[in-house]
């Protein structure tokens, strides 16, 4: 199953300020996350930033919260944002059945959400470079359980070139710089 733009949404899980800096990887973590995140508005696709207990946590990093202007924001308690009440039709509302994941920690919040989202009929996709752990073996074991039950496992370039479908055209151009 290949990602459709106009059937996908994007959900970045609590890139956030007290967080960020133990996350294995972290720098890459944000990198590839903005990436999307500046995708999904030019190509229009929705786009949601959960925060695990900011008053704890902290927001979402500052380059986060800029590149997703566009995003709805949520914050929540529960580590899945699925358990979270209202959020599932939050995520239904825009009538998109395949979502995008990324964010922190794979093996507890994304993990959770991950499944959350499979039981609650979605098609996820877990982007395996946008994604970690405060250890590696962490984020590998989420990784490979969720693969394990059904979780679709792609990298950010597969995300980017799936949305644009094919080369040529002005989106394409517009988006070229964040492939480079």
């Known amino acids: 199953m290949l990602i459709a733009r106009d059937n996908s949404l994007l959900l970045v899980v609590d890139i956030?300020?007290?967080?960020?800096?133990?996350?294995?990887?972290?720098?890459?973590?944000?990198?590839?996350s903005l990436r999307l995140l500046t995708a999904s508005a030019q190509l229009d696709v929705p786009a949601f930033v959960s925060e695990q207990y900011v008053r704890g946590l902290g927001p979402?990093?500052?380059v986060?919260?800029?590149?997703?202007?566009?995003?709805r924001f949520f914050?929540?308690?529960?580590?899945?944002?699925?358990?979270?009440?209202?959020?599932?039709?939050?995520?239904r509302a825009p009538g998109r059945r395949q979502i995008i994941l990324t964010g922190t920690e794979t093996h507890v919040c994304v993990l959770q959400t991950a499944c959350?989202?499979?039981?609650?009929?979605?098609h996820v996709?877990?982007?395996?470079?946008a994604v970690s752990s405060r250890t590696p073996a962490n984020r590998d074991a989420a990784i490979e359980r969720l693969r394990a039950v059904g979780v679709h496992i792609v990298t950010?370039?597969?995300v980017l070139f799936e949305w644009l479908h094919k080369a040529g055209t002005d989106e394409f151009r517009t988006l070229l710089p964040l492939i480079k």
């Open 60 to 62: 979402s990093l500052d």
């Open 116 to 122: 959350g989202l499979l039981a609650a009929g979605f």
């Open 75 to 91: 914050e929540k308690t529960h580590f899945s944002c699925a358990a979270e009440s209202g959020v599932l039709d939050l995520l």
């Open 64 to 71: 986060i919260r800029a590149a997703a202007g566009h995003a």
């Open 156 to 158: 950010t370039e597969m």
């Open 16 to 32: 956030q300020e007290k967080l960020a800096p133990a996350i294995h990887d972290g720098a890459t973590v944000t990198a590839n």
């Open 125 to 129: 996709f877990l982007v395996a470079d």
